[in-house]
């Protein structure tokens, strides 16, 4: 067969091959309706979740006689941030707890990423001598506990976290759950070949962990780190069991406290000669409150999403 024969045949093959593509993205591409369709639905979809947190901070900036008179509405009729001015006061109790929650917001996230992505990159090697045993011993905290009373002994008497900034995140700085996912994802996201080429080259297991594998395990850390802040931002139990001053309150527990005070205050308003308690913002209060828990996580998502959709998929269906 001569030069020529032999370039047409490749020739005739690229364009069957095109061919080929071409009528497989046209049968796997969607109709302009359904397309249509679909973005309806999405934006009705984005509509309904964007509309309560839209009640909510319109809420907050509205008088609290208004919305008492009113009820709930898509603009304030009577602006007002008595809510936040209350909220934010001088020798608030709600500023010491906001610094608690970020600093252990912080503290722990860092914390979290460097104990799971160590433990899951020695589960996830091959060659580790006691890899079942370790994975056992992760593993076997998912199923049981030691309850509440010996969490609590623990904490307060042996570990010495009482009444502690420790305490607000230390005791959430590890998960089993969270490994699985780490583990997953450096077995399945790190090539075993480029490991095996860095110890040829004289890499050590630090240099090669630092410098090649966590690169590359980026979407698994933010996975992790994403799950950590939320949790520890979240939490509420550890500062009601290990926490008794105040000064080492974070925010939830200081504002399921405030509103506690609050509603005694209205409920026993009659009783207490002399209190004036009808302009305290309460139904606004708890608005603010809302706003100002959950402000923050939902600006540093869009941050992490792309890197913890990635991780989440890849624990979820190799895991």
Not at 28 to 41: A, D, E, H, K, P
Not at 266 to 286: D, H, I
């Amino acid at each position: 067969m001569t030069t020529a024969h032999r370039n047409r045949d490749k020739r005739e093959l690229l364009r069957a091959e095109k061919e080929h593509t071409r009528h497989s993205m046209a049968r796997n591409q969607i109709s302009r309706g359904t397309n249509l369709v679909f973005n309806i639905l999405l934006i009705i979809f984005c509509i309904l979740i964007v509309f309560p947190l839209w009640i909510i901070v319109v809420s907050s900036i509205t008088s609290e006689t208004a919305l008492t008179t009113y009820g709930y509405r898509l603009w304030p009729l009577e602006f007002s941030v008595n809510a936040y001015t209350y909220l934010f006061r001088d020798g608030s109790i709600i500023l010491t707890a906001y610094k608690n929650t970020l600093i252990a917001t912080f503290a722990g996230t860092i914390l979290s990423v460097i104990t799971v992505g160590l433990y899951a990159y020695a589960l996830s090697r091959p060659d580790f001598r006691f890899k079942k045993f370790f994975t056992f011993f992760s593993f076997f905290t998912m199923l049981f506990g030691g309850g509440m009373v010996s969490y609590y002994n623990m904490t307060r008497s042996v570990l010495g976290l009482k009444d502690t900034i420790w305490a607000l995140f230390l005791p959430m700085a590890f998960s089993a759950y969270w490994v699985i996912i780490m583990r997953t994802f450096y077995q399945s996201s790190v090539p075993e070949a480029i490991i095996e080429s860095a110890r040829i080259d004289g890499s050590g297991e630090w240099r090669t962990l630092l410098q090649i594998v966590a690169p590359l395990a980026i979407p698994g850390f933010a996975t992790v780190g994403l799950f950590s802040a939320i949790g520890v931002w979240n939490d509420f139990r550890n500062c009601l069991l290990i926490n008794d001053s105040a000064r080492f309150y974070n925010l939830q527990y200081t504002i399921y406290q405030t509103m506690n005070n609050l509603r005694f205050l209205k409920e026993n308003a009659s009783r207490m000669g002399g209190v004036n308690v009808a302009n305290l913002p309460a139904e606004t209060f708890r608005m603010a409150m809302a706003v100002v828990t959950v402000g923050p996580i939902i600006m540093a998502y869009p941050f992490f999403q792309k890197y913890f959709v990635k991780g989440l998929t890849v624990g979820a269906v190799k895991g």
